[in-house]
């Protein structure tokens, strides 16, 4: 789902009544091209949806354990249907790819994970109204409110100015609980910026157009740093010993200096240009996957933040083009750290005097690096990995 940024407010307002919340929606709405008449009709007799809000606090990328988000999505299920997909639409992704660059594997891998390549969009238990989701949101989730305020007038935007194919979609305007559309899931304000109409019909159909929604996806990666036969990384097997603070996720070296330290793709020609730099992560510790990220990888991660996410497209992407799973197992003996149980960790560490970036129970890039600094003060292997013998040490440490 890819998104655009919006910064934290300093402090987060309260919950304001569902109607005086709405009437504010409606009167910004109109200060962003939407007509008046438009912001009403969509607006006025509209109700919250409980379910949503609900679904904010269980997103799977950061909530379940790696291995298990990666493996809901990359199964020998969706390997086929994928590859039945390149096959039915080869046409489609080979001028996609000599226009814009991308990859067609990367694409059906966005494509699967986003939606099951499409068989989303046909169940109702699933889809929701794009425009309730997102008033919702504005006014329930206060720490996130410009963000979601934002979306919902570029969905109204989309309607007032005739972009979506409504004669073709008989519930309206819908898409996931958070607003995402079509069959690589657009945020509207995505959908206005990035959305191209590939198959001439005159509308930007990323919902039952798959060359639209496809080549829309081409061009986002595409404008945000898509380098054209460059592969987004690989597997990599570590040496004995190896020292795991080298993988420190911001650090490039050329594959030549990696292989010095004795680290290599997994898959011999992965990455076949030795002064090619690459990142290292281990996304589970020193005792799981390691992995050789090039640019491209971070530009999967605009589409989504999350590192499970990025991940999982990535792997999908590698199956489908035929290469085997990994060669290294997960942990799958840890325990994963309940959301509870990650503030916690931050908290401490921020406590101890390592930065995480807040305390918002999510894993990420900054707390990986307290956590690599806190490990390195005590003598452990410096991976960054979170999980419950961490947190009891962090718990015990004076």
Known sequence: MPTLAVA????????????????DLIAFATTQAVPQTLADAQLANLTPDPDVLAATASQGEFVRPLWDYIEASVTPARIEAGRAKLAEQAETFATIEARYGVDRYILAAFWGVESSFGAVLDNLAVVKPVVRSLATLACGDPARAPYWRNELSAALQILAWNQAPLDRMPAGLTGSWAGAMGHTQFMPSVYLRDAVDFDGDGKRDIWTSVP????STAHYLRAHGWKPEEGWGAEALLPEGFDAALADETTPRSLAAWQALGVRPARPGAIPDETA?????????????????RPNFAVILRYNTALAYALTVALLSDRLRGDPGLVR?????DRALTGDERRDLQTRLTERGFATGGIDGKIGPKTRTALRAFQGSIGLPADGYADAALLERIRGAP
Do not use: N
Not at 10 to 16: C, F, K, Q, S, T
């Open 277 to 293: 730099e690459a990142t290292l992560i281990l996304p589970a510790g020193i005792r799981g996957p390691a992995f050789l990220l």
């Open 8 to 23: 934290a407010p300093d402090a987060i307002p309260p919950v304001m009544p569902f109607e005086s919340c709405r009437a």
């Open 329 to 333: 197992d997960w942990p799958r003996g």
């Open 212 to 215: 639209d929604a496809l080549a």
